[in-house]
């Protein structure tokens, strides 16, 4: 494993292995590293020659400082589990300096109203800071391919559109959603959960699963969403911020069965907000 913490120097090495005629396969993420990363990883290391994790806490992407100031970092063990990954990795780390130039312009990106719905229309700003900072890395980076977790749809959504506009030589891969054993979505913030609220979390997939079955028995949508807010609130840690119904080729929302529906959900465990989807 190689670590690099400058642009200049990320750039120098990626440089040599295009010229080598390598392919090379990135892996942005925000560290606290677990299975679902290491997932994206591993299909990285299947496509490509050369794989690039990143680790960078992004703080554009989060419009309240207490969830930023709160977010897990755990660089030492992110490294040890990078190192112990079959193949070799680069990991960059760069710090905010390197990623947000002082006097660098800040650019409003066309997110196609995909930052409207959902997670976009709770959190203000989220994805424009997202689209900045994964489109920042893409310039610096070029890779071939760049993967990113389907447990985060809209954002897989939103990146698909931005590298369909600007960076249309990047193919972008969706990976499955890792699960815990008892079906939690693997998630950084998963850490952050106390006792009691990781008891109760598999509630969230739990209902998921019970609302696409109840719809394909012939439910409505509007009795199902009832349904999941009284049972997933049933448990005393848990409280549900949205359940929706989405067309996933452009999340449109609907209120009816589509071939084409993904169910998804934002429930707050105290503070921590856990966000999970399934298609219908
Ligand atoms: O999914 C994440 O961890 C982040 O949103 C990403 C894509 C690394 C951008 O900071």
Redesign the pocket.
Do not use: L
């Given at each position: 494993m190689t670590i690099v913490t400058n642009k200049a120097e990320l750039q120098a090495k990626l440089n040599i292995h295009r010229e080598s005629g390598l392919t090379i396969g990135f892996v942005?993420?925000?560290g606290a590293l677990h299975d679902g990363h290491m997932a994206l990883v591993r299909m990285a290391n299947r496509q490509c020659d050369v794989v690039l994790v990143?680790i960078?806490?992004?703080p554009t992407?989060f419009n309240n400082p207490h969830d930023l100031s709160n977010y897990p970092r755990q660089i030492d063990a992110d490294i040890a589990l990078l190192s112990g990954n079959a193949s070799e990795v680069i990991v960059f780390l760069p710090e905010v300096e390197e990623m947000y130039p002082p006097n660098e312009q800040v650019i409003q990106y066309d997110l196609n109203g995909f930052d409207l719905v959902m997670e976009g229309e709770k959190r203000p700003g989220h994805f424009q800071?997202?689209a900045a900072?994964?489109d920042r890395?893409f310039k610096m980076v070029g890779p071939c391919k760049a993967y990113?977790?389907e447990k985060?749809f809209q954002?897989l959504t939103i990146?698909r559109h931005i590298a369909q506009l600007y960076h249309s030589e990047i193919s972008i891969v969706g990976v499955t959603t890792r699960r815990e054993a008892d079906g939690l979505a693997m998630s950084?913030r998963n850490m952050l959960l106390t006792p009691e609220q990781r008891n109760d979390a598999p509630v969230i997939y739990e209902s998921l699963l019970r609302f696409v079955r109840n719809v394909h028995a012939g439910a409505s949508v509007r009795d199902c969403k009832n349904a999941f807010i009284e049972t997933v609130e049933q448990r005393r840690t848990m409280s549900v911020g949205y359940i929706e119904l989405a067309d996933e080729t452009d999340l449109s929302l609907v209120n009816h069965p589509i071939d084409t529906g993904r169910l998804f959900t934002a429930v707050y465990a105290g503070n921590v907000r856990l966000i999970d989807n399934v298609a219908l």
């Open positions: 942005p993420t925000m990143s960078f806490v992004n992407q800071g997202v900072v994964v890395f990113f977790g985060d954002q990146i950084s």
